[in-house]
């Protein structure tokens, strides 16, 4: 099967300035992770591990120094195959209130991608605004708000809705509950895990919480220090890691159960639709 999204032997470096010389630092060295039709695919690994660059290669906010983003099977060279690859993937980033503009109504920010890619007119345009909100769970009076007005969970589920606008088959979903309480990020990865399901979305899921991975994930790619010491199947990697910084992520994991503190209300991946507990 022909992947949707991968980038492949990609390397990223950075020229840093320090006492007078130029330093290269190597953010992202020869990793090679694809997204199949439907797959959830969770990249992990602590901060500053490459991660987030990694996925900025893969939707041409970042450039990588070598290395190839493919779609369908197809490298990525011009800017109208960088514009086909944007009608397909779309991102969502960690900070939905500093990735929204906080002077646009959520309606004209959710209809800015349709204006972008010059898709239907201005009433078609207001109706896929009702209709995405609604996939997400948001009242239409949601639109002629900013998000200043709105609490940190709607603010992340506007961003799923603005990601979802031009109906992509991928999304890149970059530490995107991190900054939310327990209970919220799991009402978001709820909603996630039903859209992915309803819609037949791929996911790259970025995370450093390797419950969420687990919980939410058919594969896991675990990266340090720019490149990848493990991957496979979540139940396999978790069951019986090969890699001893693999280890050393599992067995940080807080246990919950015995500290009385609450845990992440969700089914492990392989439950049909992952519910709160």
Aim: hydrophobic share 40%; net charge positive; proline share 4%.
């Amino acid at each position: 099967m022909t992947a949707i999204l991968e980038g492949r032997n990609i390397v990223k470096t950075f020229t840093t300035r320090r006492g007078g010389q130029k330093h290269e630092v190597r953010a992202v060295g020869d990793v090679t992770v694809a997204a199949d039709r439907g797959e959830i695919v969770g990249l992990v690994g602590e901060s500053g591990c490459g991660k987030t660059t990694f996925s900025r290669i893969l939707i041409g906010i970042e450039t990588a120094s070598s290395g190839t983003v493919l779609h369908d099977g197809k490298p990525v060279a011009t800017k109208a195959d960088w514009k086909a690859l944007r009608r397909d993937v779309q991102y969502v980033f960690q900070d939905p209130y500093t990735s929204l503009c906080p002077t646009m109504r959520i309606g004209e920010a959710l209809a800015e991608p349709l204006l972008v890619h010059g898709i239907g007119d201005k009433s078609e345009r207001a109706e896929r605004v009702r209709e995405a909100l609604s996939l997400v769970g948001l009242q239409g009076f949601i639109a002629d708000r900013l998000p200043s007005q709105l609490s940190g969970g709607q603010r992340q589920r506007v961003s799923l809705a603005r990601a979802l606008m031009i109906r992509p088959r991928v999304l890149i979903c970059d530490e995107i509950v991190s900054g939310l309480d327990v209970s919220v990020q799991a009402q978001v990865l709820t909603l996630l895990t039903e859209l992915q399901a309803s819609l037949g979305l791929s996911l790259i899921f970025i995370s450093h919480d390797l419950r969420v991975i687990r919980y939410l994930c058919d594969r896991v790619v675990v990266m340090y220090r720019g490149e990848i010491v493990e991957q496979g199947p979540v139940e396999r990697v978790f069951g019986a890691p090969e890699s001893d910084y693999t280890r050393g992520l599992l067995a940080a994991i807080p246990d919950h159960s015995r500290r009385g503190e609450p845990r992440l209300g969700l089914r492990p991946a392989g439950h049909e639709g992952a519910r709160l507990a």
